[in-house]
Each structure stands twice: as C-alpha cells, then as structure tokens.
C-alpha cells in the first residue's frame, strides 16, 4: 500500500519547429525576406515619368499601355509604349534609388546612364548620365478600366522619390502629401496636397487636377494651385504641372510624376509619388 498519488509520468518536450529562412526576422520583428512581386511585369501599364535635360527643361511624359521589365526586387528597369516612346535604365540596377513596388504600383528614379526616345518620331533622344542629386523619376502601375462613377475618396502617400533639382545642385529633398478624389461624373477632380521640399526651397501644390478616364492632370502658377512654403520660393515666376493616373481593379492606387519651375531661384524640380485610398 500506498499514499503517493499515481502520475503519468514527465511532461514530454515540445515538438521542435523545424526553421527556415523566411522566419528570420529583424529587430522590430519584420521579415528579412522581401515578399516576391507580382502583378506588374508582363501587365499593360500606365505611367509616367518626369526626367531632364534633353530638352533643356523639365519634362513630363505620359506612357498608355506600356509594357515594362522589373527586377527580383520590384525595381523597373525600362518601359515602353504601344507608339514608341521608350526609356530603358543603366542595366546596373545598383543605381535605381527610391524604389517601391507593392504589385499594383511602382515608383522609382533611375540614376546612371539613361537612353531612349522621347517621343512617336525618335528625334528627341534621351542620353543622359545622371549622378546622384539627379534622375528619371518614374511610376507606374496596373491602370483602372472601370473607374468609379460616385462618391469620393481619400488617398494617403505610399510611397514617393526625393524630389531632385535639374541642375543636382543639392542633395535630394523630401515630399509628402495626400489626394482627395471627386469621382462624380458631373464633375470628376483630384484635389493636391502635394508638399516639396529641396535645396532650401519649398512648394505646395494644391491644386485641382482634372480626371479623363483613369488618367488626371493639371497646370499650375503663383497663387493659383501653386504656392512657395518659405520666404525663398515662389516669389514670382513659379508654375507646376502635375500628370498621373488610376491603378487597380477599382482604383485603390494613384501615381502622379509632376514639374515645378521656379523663376526666380532659377531652378526646376522633379519627382513622383504612389497614393493608397483609404
């Protein structure tokens, strides 16, 4: 006989997890394994890019229903349109900086050497070697065939290049901002709030771009749409132009490239930028 209470006997150990690399993680416990992108390499696009100085001035160009190549890591490394308006970047994708890609949109700016044609005829060749304070900010994305016909939406910043001088006389600026959308028909806009910051100088853009189909656009000048942020910009003489378009099934993403010339500093900005509705 006994007192002692009858056990099953020691708890066995746990199962050991078997680890694989993509568990590995970073101090603030983010994967360091980048998730492949899908959706864009192979996908009719829609885009556009702000680059200089072929034309010794800023520039916008629109791309419609372009194709483009990627790399393993999102970034784009040439594009070109159904009517012959093509850009390829330096092979060396080491000099692709601001990149993004989420797999409906991408942005980036090519550095390095950048060659193509700017246009239908061929005869506004783009060659160009552009250092680190300059570029060809592009983005592109899966574009909208079914806009929405109401209500309205908000679109906060997914991601943006550094807005660059033409000249590369400073180091990249920042930018940040957001969009409101009217999808009415009646009156379909996409109101800016769209702050740059470069070299000293700074701009808000804030004002109406209207919507074509899933493309919008606008042009702006002192007090109308365009505004200088400190006693050095836009004191007289600045305009803006803003170009972009509608990405995704229902429009979840909208990519914009824009132009900002300032007279008085003699100088032109570039960049682009990657919005999400909330």
Same mark, same amino acid.
């Given at each position: 006989?006994?007192?002692? /209470? #009858?056990t099953?006997g020691p708890? +066995?150990? +746990? #199962?050991?997890g078997?680890?694989?690399?993509g568990?590995?993680r970073?101090?603030?416990?983010?994967s *360091?394994?980048?998730? +492949?992108v899908?959706?864009?390499g192979?996908?009719v696009? &829609?885009?556009t890019?702000?680059?200089?100085? $072929?034309? &010794?001035?800023?520039?916008?160009a629109?791309?419609s229903d372009? =194709?483009? =190549?990627?790399?393993?890591a999102?970034r784009?490394?040439? /594009?070109?349109?159904? /009517?012959?308006?093509?850009?390829?970047?330096?092979p060396d994708?080491?000099?692709?900086v601001?990149?993004?890609?989420?797999?409906?949109?991408?942005?980036?700016?090519?550095?390095?050497?950048?060659t193509?044609?700017?246009?239908?005829?061929?005869?506004?060749?783009?060659?160009?070697?552009?250092?680190?304070?300059k570029?060809?900010h592009y983005?592109?994305?899966? #574009?909208?065939?079914?806009?929405p016909?109401i209500? $309205?939406?908000?679109?906060?910043?997914?991601?943006?290049?550094?807005p660059t001088?033409t000249?590369g006389?400073?180091?990249?600026? =920042?930018?940040?901002?957001?969009?409101?959308?009217?999808?009415?028909?009646s009156n #379909? /806009? *996409?109101?800016?709030?769209?702050n740059?910051?470069?070299?000293?100088?700074?701009?808000?853009?804030n004002g109406?771009?209207g919507?074509?189909?899933?493309?919008?656009?606008?042009?702006? &000048?002192?007090?109308?749409?365009?505004n200088? =942020?400190?006693?050095s910009?836009?004191?007289?003489?600045? &305009?803006?132009? *803003?170009?972009g378009?509608f990405?995704?099934?229902?429009?979840?993403?909208?990519g914009?490239?824009?132009?900002?010339s300032?007279?008085f500093a003699g100088?032109?900005v570039?960049?682009?930028?990657?919005?999400?509705?909330q």
């Amino acid at each position: 006989e006994t007192v002692q /209470i #009858p056990t099953a006997g020691p708890t +066995p150990l +746990p #199962p050991i997890g078997e680890f694989v690399q993509g568990d590995e993680r970073t101090t603030n416990g983010e994967s *360091v394994i980048s998730a +492949p992108v899908v959706g864009l390499g192979g996908s009719v696009l &829609s885009g556009t890019m702000a680059y200089c100085c $072929t034309f &010794s001035s800023a520039q916008l160009a629109t791309i419609s229903d372009g =194709t483009a =190549t990627f790399d393993a890591a999102g970034r784009m490394t040439g /594009i070109s349109d159904a /009517i012959g308006q093509n850009f390829f970047a330096d092979p060396d994708v080491t000099k692709i900086v601001d990149f993004g890609n989420d797999g409906i949109i991408a942005w980036g700016r090519w550095t390095g050497n950048v060659t193509g044609a700017a246009s239908i005829d061929g005869l506004n060749a783009i060659n160009e070697i552009y250092d680190a304070n300059k570029g060809l900010h592009y983005v592109v994305g899966a #574009p909208t065939a079914l806009m929405p016909q109401i209500g $309205t939406a908000t679109y906060s910043l997914l991601g943006a290049t550094r807005p660059t001088l033409t000249d590369g006389s400073a180091s990249p600026g =920042t930018f940040s901002g957001s969009l409101t959308v009217n999808f009415d028909v009646s009156n #379909p /806009i *996409v109101r800016m709030n769209l702050n740059v910051a470069v070299g000293g100088l700074g701009y808000l853009i804030n004002g109406n771009a209207g919507i074509s189909g899933n493309t919008f656009s606008g042009s702006y &000048s002192d007090g109308a749409g365009m505004n200088g =942020t400190n006693s050095s910009s836009c004191l007289s003489g600045c &305009s803006s132009s *803003v170009a972009g378009f509608f990405a995704g099934a229902a429009a979840e993403r909208a990519g914009l490239a824009y132009k900002i010339s300032d007279s008085f500093a003699g100088k032109d900005v570039l960049g682009a930028a990657a919005f999400k509705k909330q």
